[in-house]
């Protein structure tokens, strides 16, 4: 099993960037592909990017493509988002997940997941 923890969300205006932290539990997190996604009230969960076990391989939303980037740190236990030209449209509260496919982009094939970070972009 492996616990996750999301920080680093906030408010930020409309071209700004954050950087958003998963840390996780467990001593087996580098046997898990991981992934971010968000999701606003009343709509499903939005894949927004994956890595796989390594962080060889990164998997993105063409809706963040060229301005979010995914990385992780095995040795620290944890995976990055840092999101640049940030849009309203970003706004959303977002989780990581941890699963065994790495780049799916399907919420339901993740088995871990945080409690969640609120993002929020102003224009």
């Known amino acids: 099993q492996v616990q996750l923890v999301e920080s680093g969300g906030g408010l930020v205006q409309a071209g700004g960037s954050l950087r958003l932290s998963c840390a996780a539990s467990?001593?087996?997190?580098?046997?898990?592909?991981m992934g971010w996604f968000r999701q606003v009230p009343g709509k499903e969960r939005e894949f927004v990017a994956a890595?796989?076990?390594?962080?060889?391989?990164?998997y993105y939303a063409d809706s963040v493509k060229g301005r979010f980037t995914i990385s992780r740190d095995n040795a620290k236990n944890a995976v990055y988002l840092k999101m640049n030209s940030l849009k309203p449209e970003d706004t959303a509260v977002y989780y990581c997940?941890?699963?065994?496919?790495?780049?799916?982009?399907?919420?339901?094939?993740?088995?871990?997941w945080g409690q969640g970070t609120q993002v929020t972009v102003s224009s």
């Open positions: 890595v796989s076990w390594s962080g060889g391989s990164t």
């Open positions: 997940a941890a699963g065994a496919l790495p780049g799916s982009r399907w919420y339901l094939e993740y088995d871990y």
């Open positions: 467990g001593r087996t997190f580098s046997s898990y592909a």
